[in-house]
């Protein structure tokens, strides 16, 4: 049955004609906006009841904030665009998002607003003299620290782990001496200054950079595929709840300016490296998604925090485009999927429960019936993927053919493909503590560069196989730490990479 | 079937034999299982092409042995990365069969790689299937393949030599002999790998004792020595649950001291061998040891510190 009102369906139409690619940056943000402020709405008004009726188009002018530019020519906002749900078989819901401007008041952070998470982080670990010390010798390191978690942070850990599912990234020995953890130190520099102080304010709390690290490498993790699935309700539910707030691809790219900032940390060799990363993620980080960072990393040490109701927390974001679903509607959801069309698939919500109420009771949720698509059959699935679980996947197979050729070009010789891993003297290699059986492991590429150092790429053929592929990689590592070893994903992005000691990487020729 | 295929791609294609095979095993009653795996050898997806392949090895007897001799011969000519994939799962298949025909066709193999002076890699692989399939009828064209072939590509094929000519008493003499070079010796450890007999166990002594007399070398530099002691630690490892009680305690103990000398090797491979031996053979007063010689890379340093665990819950026990 179609339950689309006709304005709903006319702001659909609406959300059609001014879908833009979202930005990456806040720079770039801020330019889109500069361009569809007067069609989207911002700011906290959108459950005020000032809202008008159609879109007005901003003049050209030079005024130096938006939202006083906003004011200053009298610009009125339109209804927020809608989120629309699709019923799939089996009980699953596709929930499609328009393209999202977030509100400009959410571009600010006061240290009002965070005293009392910042009290709570404090009292569960007090600043202290900094243990911070900059170990970069090791490039190409895989979470490389220093030291031993104190036991506060190791209760920390185990809460995060409890909340979220395990660590998709490994985890440092000790997360306050680790390279991402002092990275989201100094990041705060660069950020804007509408956050920079509260950014100043909860990063220097221990604790609270804890959880954000635990955040980076247990929640955003899961970006890391491209087709990102949360299977653990908690995670699940709280993916459904932050998109409806702030915008699925808003979300991803926030998490994608974690891993990134993941990634160049650990991939840095001097402190020049380290502190270009922090810049990057620093001014990358708009308040809104300050903000999320805040409720994600909160959400994951409940117990640890038990000053801060969740409802508080989620205040913080309250103001956003949607409300939160009620808790009935999302504590059921089992899984959620991020697929590559932009829309988020969640299965397991109750029996019985309406759509609508997914969205929570203020949303602009709309329902799109059968012949809104998608209903015969299910979700169209990504075709960027083969069949699950079996590597009969065009893309997999280019990305290994075009890395051999590219290897061979290089002067690499003992080109394998798919075979079983050898180190470089051609003989077969055994993890030497197997995972369930499997002694040997079977490299998508593997060659022996000019300098006689073998090289070993594995690729992430299927998103739902991060696990078993994580595996592989360390298992390759276990069976030939001579070699180097690398995990990525079909679009290029690195996961892991192992260099043995000594080794230089890249090395001439590559 | 369709799940049955699915099923044994995915499993071969992440190297879960345990799984292939019990997979295989499950269907091997029903008659289609065979129709299914020969057509899947016609796929153009090699991941599919080297699970029929293992599932024929797993079926055995002399019509896989024949179709898979077919298969080998088609992807050879391929001439691709795909097909020498293939190539390399047939070897391995073959080795596995106990039927006739999968001996003579690995002799065939042998005769092509000698004729074409293939690399190393594809030697190594046939050596170990052959060592697998074992037979002195096998002697003479070993022997021949040899004279044929640069001493730089015989690879393992020099190792399966010395095991197919001596006795296990031999073997024993020829491993302690300081004037038999440890590269040889590395050679006939690694074919060991594909099958160690039972026969043979008593023969590691001698092979551990080479070791302990290169290991001063093996600890300082990354060489012949590191690698045959990083060699003969996977061999031991590879066999762990038949090796371990079977070493007398004298034997038990000079790996114990080996494995503690190298676990300072500065060849990672070694050291790690070595750590992961000594959790086998180790005491509670090793875990400081390990933890003083823990690699810093989170991957290797995880070995060490399971290691050191182990070892001291040993202790507790």
Request: with cysteine; charged share 25%; hydrophobic share 40%.
């Given at each position: 049955?179609r339950?689309?009102p006709s304005l709903l369906?006319?702001?659909l139409?609406?959300?059609?004609?001014l879908?833009a690619?979202?930005?990456?940056?806040?720079e770039?943000?801020?330019?889109d906006?500069g361009?569809?402020q007067?069609?989207f709405p911002a700011?906290?008004?959108q459950h005020?009841?000032s809202r008008?009726?159609?879109?007005?188009?901003?003049?050209s002018t030079?005024?130096?904030?938006?939202?006083?530019?906003a004011?200053?020519?009298?610009?009125?906002?339109?209804e927020?665009?809608?989120?629309?749900?699709d019923s799939?078989?089996g009980?699953?819901?596709?929930?499609?998002?328009?393209?999202?401007?977030?509100?400009?008041?959410?571009?600010?952070?006061?240290?009002?607003?965070?005293?009392p998470?910042?009290?709570?982080?404090?009292?569960?670990r007090?600043r202290?003299?900094p243990?911070?010390?900059?170990m970069?010798?090791t490039p190409?390191?895989t979470?490389?620290?220093?030291?031993t978690?104190?036991p506060w942070?190791?209760r920390?850990?185990e809460?995060f782990?409890?909340?979220?599912?395990?660590a998709?990234l490994?985890m440092p020995?000790s997360?306050?001496t680790s390279r991402l953890?002092?990275?989201?130190?100094?990041?705060?520099r660069?950020?804007?200054?509408?956050?920079?102080?509260?950014?100043?304010?909860?990063?220097?709390a221990?604790a609270f950079l804890?959880?954000?690290?635990?955040?980076?490498?247990?929640?955003?993790?899961?970006?890391l595929?491209p087709?990102?699935?949360?299977?653990?309700a908690f995670?699940a539910?709280?993916?459904?709840?932050?998109?409806?707030?702030?915008?699925?691809?808003e979300l991803?790219?926030?998490?994608r300016?974690?891993?990134r900032?993941y990634?160049?940390?650990?991939?840095?060799?001097?402190?020049?490296?380290?502190?270009?990363a922090?810049?990057?993620?620093?001014?990358?980080?708009?308040g809104t998604?300050?903000?999320?960072l805040?409720?994600?990393a909160?959400?994951?040490?409940?117990?640890?925090?038990?000053?801060?109701?969740?409802?508080?927390l989620w205040?913080?974001?309250?103001?956003?485009?949607?409300?939160?679903?009620?808790?009935?509607?999302l504590e059921?959801i089992?899984?959620?999927?991020?697929?590559a069309?932009g829309?988020l698939?969640?299965?397991?919500?109750?029996?019985g429960?309406?759509?609508?109420?997914?969205?929570?009771?203020l949303?602009?949720c709309s329902?799109?019936?059968?012949?809104?698509?998608?209903?015969?059959?299910?979700p169209?699935l990504?075709t960027?993927?083969g069949?699950?679980?079996?590597?009969?996947?065009?893309?997999h197979?280019?990305?290994?053919?075009?890395e051999?050729a590219?290897?061979?070009?290089?002067g690499h010789?003992?080109?394998?493909?798919?075979?079983?891993?050898q180190?470089?003297n051609?003989?077969?290699?055994y993890d030497?503590?197997p995972i369930?059986g499997?002694s040997?492991?079977k490299?998508?590429?593997?060659s022996?560069?000019?300098d006689?150092i073998?090289?070993?790429?594995?690729?992430?053929?299927n998103p739902?196989?991060?696990q078993?592929?994580?595996?592989a990689?360390?298992?390759?590592g276990?069976?030939?730490?001579?070699a180097?070893?690398?995990?990525?994903?079909?679009?290029?992005t690195l996961?892991r990479r192992?260099?043995p000691?000594?080794?230089?990487?890249?090395?001439m020729?590559? | 079937?369709e799940?049955f295929?699915e099923?044994l791609v995915?499993?071969c294609?992440?190297?879960?034999?345990?799984?292939?095979?019990?997979?295989?095993?499950?269907?091997?009653?029903?008659p289609m299982t065979?129709v299914v795996l020969?057509?899947?050898?016609q796929?153009?997806?090699?991941?599919?092409r080297?699970?029929?392949?293992f599932?024929?090895?797993?079926l055995?007897?002399?019509?896989?042995?024949?179709r898979?001799?077919?298969?080998?011969?088609?992807?050879e000519a391929q001439?691709?990365y795909d097909?020498?994939s293939?190539?390399?799962?047939?070897?391995?298949?073959?080795?596995?069969?106990?039927a006739?025909?999968?001996r003579?066709a690995?002799?065939?193999?042998?005769?092509?790689?000698?004729?074409?002076?293939?690399?190393?890699g594809?030697m190594?692989s046939?050596?170990?299937a052959?060592?697998k399939?074992?037979?002195?009828d096998?002697?003479p064209?070993i022997?021949?393949?040899?004279?044929q072939?640069?001493?730089?590509?015989?690879?393992?094929?020099?190792?399966?030599?010395?095991l197919l000519?001596?006795?296990?008493?031999e073997?024993?003499a020829?491993?302690?002999?300081?004037s038999?070079?440890l590269?040889?010796?590395t050679?006939?450890?690694?074919?060991?790998?594909?099958d160690?007999?039972?026969?043979l166990?008593t023969?590691?002594?001698?092979?551990?004792?080479a070791?302990s007399?290169?290991?001063?070398?093996?600890v300082?530099?990354?060489?012949?020595?590191s690698?045959?002691?990083?060699?003969l630690?996977?061999?031991?490892?590879?066999?762990?649950?038949?090796?371990?009680?079977?070493?007398?305690?004298?034997?038990?103990s000079?790996?114990?001291?080996?494995?503690?000398?190298?676990?300072a090797?500065?060849d990672?491979n070694?050291?790690?061998?070595a750590?992961?031996?000594?959790?086998?053979v180790?005491?509670?007063?090793?875990?400081?040891?390990?933890e003083?010689?823990?690699p810093?890379?989170?991957?290797?340093?995880?070995?060490?510190?399971?290691a050191?665990?182990a070892l001291?819950?040993r202790?507790?026990?």
């Amino acid at each position: 049955m179609r339950i689309v009102p006709s304005l709903l369906r006319v702001t659909l139409a609406l959300s059609l004609i001014l879908a833009a690619a979202c930005a990456t940056s806040r720079e770039q943000l801020r330019a889109d906006r500069g361009q569809q402020q007067a069609q989207f709405p911002a700011g906290g008004s959108q459950h005020s009841e000032s809202r008008t009726s159609g879109p007005q188009r901003a003049k050209s002018t030079a005024v130096a904030h938006p939202q006083e530019r906003a004011l200053a020519e009298g610009i009125t906002w339109a209804e927020p665009l809608p989120v629309h749900i699709d019923s799939l078989p089996g009980g699953r819901l596709r929930l499609s998002f328009p393209p999202q401007v977030s509100s400009l008041d959410q571009e600010r952070l006061s240290v009002e607003e965070i005293r009392p998470l910042l009290a709570a982080f404090m009292s569960f670990r007090p600043r202290a003299t900094p243990r911070l010390r900059l170990m970069l010798e090791t490039p190409g390191g895989t979470g490389s620290s220093q030291g031993t978690a104190a036991p506060w942070e190791l209760r920390l850990r185990e809460e995060f782990v409890s909340q979220y599912g395990p660590a998709l990234l490994p985890m440092p020995e000790s997360l306050e001496t680790s390279r991402l953890y002092l990275a989201l130190k100094l990041s705060t520099r660069y950020m804007d200054d509408g956050i920079r102080e509260a950014a100043q304010e909860l990063f220097s709390a221990p604790a609270f950079l804890a959880s954000v690290s635990l955040s980076v490498l247990v929640y955003f993790a899961a970006w890391l595929a491209p087709e990102p699935l949360f299977s653990k309700a908690f995670a699940a539910a709280l993916t459904v709840r932050l998109s409806l707030l702030v915008g699925l691809v808003e979300l991803g790219q926030l998490a994608r300016a974690c891993l990134r900032l993941y990634q160049e940390a650990e991939a840095a060799t001097t402190p020049q490296q380290l502190e270009a990363a922090s810049e990057r993620f620093g001014k990358a980080l708009g308040g809104t998604s300050l903000r999320v960072l805040v409720v994600v990393a909160s959400l994951g040490v409940p117990q640890v925090l038990p000053k801060v109701p969740e409802g508080g927390l989620w205040t913080l974001l309250s103001p956003m485009r949607h409300a939160p679903a009620s808790g009935l509607a999302l504590e059921s959801i089992a899984t959620a999927h991020v697929v590559a069309d932009g829309s988020l698939i969640i299965a397991g919500v109750a029996a019985g429960t309406s759509a609508a109420s997914v969205c929570g009771e203020l949303a602009t949720c709309s329902m799109m019936d059968d012949a809104g698509g998608a209903s015969n059959g299910g979700p169209k699935l990504s075709t960027r993927y083969g069949k699950p679980h079996t590597r009969q996947n065009p893309p997999h197979n280019e990305a290994i053919e075009a890395e051999l050729a590219k290897r061979e070009a290089a002067g690499h010789t003992d080109l394998r493909k798919n075979q079983p891993q050898q180190n470089a003297n051609k003989v077969d290699v055994y993890d030497r503590k197997p995972i369930k059986g499997v002694s040997f492991r079977k490299p998508d590429v593997s060659s022996v560069r000019p300098d006689g150092i073998r090289h070993n790429t594995n690729y992430v053929s299927n998103p739902r196989d991060m696990q078993r592929e994580l595996d592989a990689f360390e298992a390759m590592g276990r069976a030939d730490p001579s070699a180097i070893h690398e995990l990525y994903l079909l679009d290029g992005t690195l996961v892991r990479r192992y260099v043995p000691p000594g080794v230089g990487f890249p090395s001439m020729g590559r | 079937m369709e799940q049955f295929q699915e099923e044994l791609v995915d499993a071969c294609a992440w190297g879960e034999e345990d799984r292939a095979r019990e997979l295989v095993s499950r269907f091997r009653a029903e008659p289609m299982t065979r129709v299914v795996l020969e057509a899947m050898l016609q796929e153009p997806d090699a991941t599919t092409r080297q699970a029929a392949v293992f599932g024929l090895g797993e079926l055995g007897g002399a019509a896989s042995a024949l179709r898979l001799e077919q298969q080998l011969v088609l992807e050879e000519a391929q001439g691709d990365y795909d097909g020498d994939s293939v190539v390399e799962e047939v070897i391995r298949a073959l080795g596995r069969i106990e039927a006739e025909g999968a001996r003579a066709a690995l002799v065939r193999k042998l005769e092509r790689l000698v004729t074409a002076g293939s690399k190393p890699g594809n030697m190594n692989s046939v050596a170990h299937a052959l060592w697998k399939r074992r037979h002195p009828d096998l002697l003479p064209v070993i022997r021949q393949s040899l004279s044929q072939l640069d001493p730089k590509v015989s690879g393992s094929l020099q190792g399966l030599l010395v095991l197919l000519e001596k006795t296990p008493d031999e073997l024993q003499a020829w491993a302690r002999d300081p004037s038999v070079t440890l590269e040889y010796k590395t050679r006939v450890v690694t074919v060991l790998d594909a099958d160690l007999p039972e026969a043979l166990l008593t023969t590691l002594s001698s092979f551990i004792s080479a070791a302990s007399a290169s290991s001063e070398e093996a600890v300082s530099q990354t060489g012949e020595a590191s690698y045959y002691c990083n060699r003969l630690f996977t061999l031991l490892l590879l066999y762990k649950e038949q090796v371990i009680p079977a070493l007398s305690e004298e034997t038990r103990s000079e790996l114990r001291t080996l494995a503690r000398r190298l676990v300072a090797s500065v060849d990672p491979n070694c050291s790690l061998g070595a750590a992961v031996v000594l959790e086998s053979v180790g005491l509670p007063e090793d875990a400081p040891l390990l933890e003083t010689h823990r690699p810093a890379e989170p991957i290797l340093a995880k070995v060490f510190d399971d290691a050191a665990r182990a070892l001291r819950s040993r202790q507790k026990e």
